[in-house]
């Protein structure tokens, strides 16, 4: 028997996938998260109420999510709710991730893999081809800052936002500053838009050349976005069958109870299933759960999407495509908001500490995440944060094989596996930093 060890780059934390093969026979895929954060037991103890400005450490690339998702739980706990405005400015918080995380996803993790190079920085020795990738790479860069200026401006900072907070958010934002972030996106959307544009003919380039678009063995898939329009502050999650089918969806309160959990003696990251079922979460989901977005462009998109590959699409490398069209998406939608007074009117409401039990539900780039508090004495007595990586860690293993056996064969061993398993993991596009809690 022979092991295999694949080491990754391009994703977010330290993962390897170890594999074991005999006689040219696949026999194991194992994706392995090697590093323990136990995020979970530093918080005990804490008190409640700081809770929303410790647990964006937990990722610096998903702090927003882990943000809004804590003040959701205790808001739960305190039964408050927060007036519509607040409601407002933390979608932009959110939208303004979902733009950061897509463009870095997209455009320094995965546009690598359309050329078959190992750098963004790297695409090419011609000295025209060479002028023409770094524009493109600096335009990736200037879209990723977009959500970064996003996040900032609806957060209070970039990296771990403070400005959401129980009972809505610190401030609304000036008409003067929603200006600015608005000729901001107007002009970077249809750079946005052309960058999507290559990276849709690389993609398509890139399957004629390896043959493949990967597994695209049917799926369960798992989102909290609303069935009509996307949302990334929905308060239910739904589960699609393969043949597009809502066969259910429920609170996160009762999520013990639809999804089974796993932990594997390999890695500190769990794993979930429906049923027995594999799951899939993140941008694939969505988009098969969504029914339209209802801005222009992202629309005409999605058209096309399903044109070329189906409703519910399968194939594992359509989830990059599908996080290009919510970043088109995001653009227009924050567009549409911040032209919306967001300076006048109530912010947040007051509140009264209580004990309890509480689950804050987002819907994060990566999939659904869930914060559960139990509070106890104005403590935190228990926390649990079901990260949106472990819904695909199934789905990343049986990809594996499937990558595995196109490129074992007895007597040989295809140096394109390493490729393969690189270009496997990085559709998922998984936070490991997350998901070993």
């Not at 405005?85 to 993790?109: D, H, W």
């Not at 994060?364 to 004495?377: D, K, Q, S, T």
Request: hydrophobic share 40%; with cysteine; glycine share 8%.
């Amino acid at each position: 028997m022979t092991t295999l060890t694949f080491p990754l780059s391009r994703i977010e934390g330290h993962a390897r996938v170890v594999m074991e093969e005999e006689g040219g026979t696949l026999l194991s895929a194992q994706f392995q998260a090697v590093e323990l954060r136990g995020f979970r037991n530093f918080v005990v103890g804490t008190p409640a109420e700081q809770m929303p400005v410790i647990v964006p450490r937990i990722c610096g690339v998903c702090s927003t999510a882990h943000h809004v998702a804590s003040v959701k739980a205790l808001e739960k706990i305190f039964e408050v709710t927060p007036p519509p405005l607040a409601c407002e400015i933390r979608e932009i918080l959110l939208l303004g991730q979902l733009i950061q995380n897509q463009a870095t996803s997209l455009f320094i993790f995965t546009m690598p893999d359309r050329v078959n190079v190992e750098s963004l920085f790297d695409m090419d020795e011609s000295e025209a081809n060479r002028k023409a990738q770094f524009s493109i790479a600096q335009q990736a860069l200037k879209v990723r800052k977009l959500g970064t200026d996003l996040i900032t401006l609806a957060g209070g900072q970039f990296i771990h936002p403070v400005k959401a907070h129980i009972g809505g958010v610190t401030g609304g934002i000036s008409r003067q500053a929603a200006d600015a972030m608005l000729e901001q996106l107007r002009k970077m959307l249809p750079v946005a838009c052309e960058l999507f544009n290559a990276y849709w003919d690389m993609s398509v380039a890139m399957k004629e050349r390896i043959g493949t678009w990967g597994d695209d063995e049917p799926a369960y898939y798992i989102s909290s976005t609303m069935s009509l329009k996307p949302k990334m502050n929905s308060g239910h999650m739904r589960v699609l069958s393969p043949d597009g089918e809502e066969k259910e969806h429920f609170t996160p309160e009762e999520f013990e109870k639809r999804l089974e959990f796993t932990q594997t003696e390999y890695s500190y990251a769990g794993q979930t299933s429906y049923q027995g079922h594999i799951l899939r979460a993140n941008s694939l989901a969505r988009i098969n759960i969504t029914s339209a977005f209802e801005t222009p462009l992202a629309d005409s998109y999605l058209e096309r999407f399903r044109a070329s590959f189906g409703s519910p699409a399968h194939a594992i490398l359509c989830f990059d495509l599908c996080r290009g069209i919510e970043l088109v998406y995001a653009m227009e939608r924050a567009i549409e908001l911040l032209a919306d007074d967001l300076e006048h009117g109530e912010t947040e409401v007051g509140y009264t500490p209580k004990d309890g039990i509480g689950y804050g539900l987002v819907e994060a780039p990566r999939g659904p995440l869930i914060h559960r508090y139990v509070v106890e004495n104005g403590l935190i007595a228990d926390a649990q944060f079901i990260i949106p990586t472990v819904h695909n860690m199934k789905a990343i293993e049986r990809a594996l094989m499937v990558a595995g056996n196109r490129y074992i064969h007895k007597g040989s061993i295809n140096l394109e596996l390493e490729k393969a398993v690189g270009r496997v993991v990085r559709a998922f596009d998984p936070c490991i930093s997350c998901a070993t809690q």
